[in-house]
């Protein structure tokens, strides 16, 4: 499984921001939906694109569109959510197909809550979108989902990765790439990512 980690210069600054303790509700959100944007950018950077013509302001003019396959975002609830927004700002058209899942905080498994995936998902390209990867359960678990459903080609957008989780994947789902802001030291004893953002999901929705 190939994990990119983009080490883009804004990409670094805006997550160095993400990691004050200090950091407000509105930027953290902002920051999240921000990155969010770039690492889209960044995983669609070999969608196929074909040749068309249209009538331009001086006549018949010569574009590109892109084709093939239709694109689902999958946001993993909650935290998930925290970067809908960025990540549509680029494919503004893209279905959302959103999954609920709840890591236990005690024994760290992953249980799914809710399963709303778009119709004609085997024709698509889905970009699972979360903040954290920590142990793996909750995005090995959405592409579980996703496979079974019928999708053939995956994709995954974290802010953060710990290597652990990174490893899961490696195991689990070699075909998914990873696109991530950071790849971590490693996990707390609480499974917490270290550095890390602490709870994204608290900070972005002020749970907390
Ligand atoms: C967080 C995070 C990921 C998951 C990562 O969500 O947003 O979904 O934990 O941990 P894992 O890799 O060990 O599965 P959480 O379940 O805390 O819910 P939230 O989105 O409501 O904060
Ligand atoms: N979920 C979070 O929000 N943060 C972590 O570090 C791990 C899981």
């Known amino acids: 499984m190939p994990i990119r980690e983009i080490r883009h210069p804004l990409v670094r600054h805006k997550l160095g921001l993400m990691r004050r303790a200090d950091i407000s509700t509105k930027h953290f959100r902002e920051l999240a939906q921000e990155i969010g944007a770039i690492l889209t ?39 998930g959510i925290g970067m809908l927004d960025g990540v549509l700002s680029l494919i503004p058209g893209a279905k959302v197909s959103a999954v609920g899942i709840a890591r236990n905080e005690e024994t760290l498994a992953a249980h799914t809550y809710l399963e709303k995936l778009v119709s004609q998902i085997d024709q698509r390209l889905a970009l ?3 903040p954290m990867l920590a142990t793996g359960g909750s995005l090995i678990a959405t592409i579980d989902m ?63």
Request: aromatic share 4%.
């Open 146 to 208: 996703l496979k079974k459903a019928g999708c053939k080609e995956i994709r995954a957008l974290v802010l953060v990765a710990a290597p652990e989780g990174i490893a899961a994947l490696e195991k689990t789902h070699p075909d998914v790439r990873i696109y991530t802001a950071s790849i971590d030291q490693r996990l707390n004893e609480n499974g917490y990512i270290l550095p890390g953002l602490g709870d994204a999901g608290d900070k972005i929705f002020g749970t907390k």
């Open 41 to 79: 950018y960044e995983a669609t950077q070999d969608l196929p694109l074909e040749h068309c013509s249209i009538q331009g302001w001086c006549g018949e003019v010569a574009v590109e569109k892109i084709s093939g396959k239709k694109i689902t975002v999958v946001p993993i609830l909650r935290a």
């Open 128 to 130: 699972i979108i979360d």
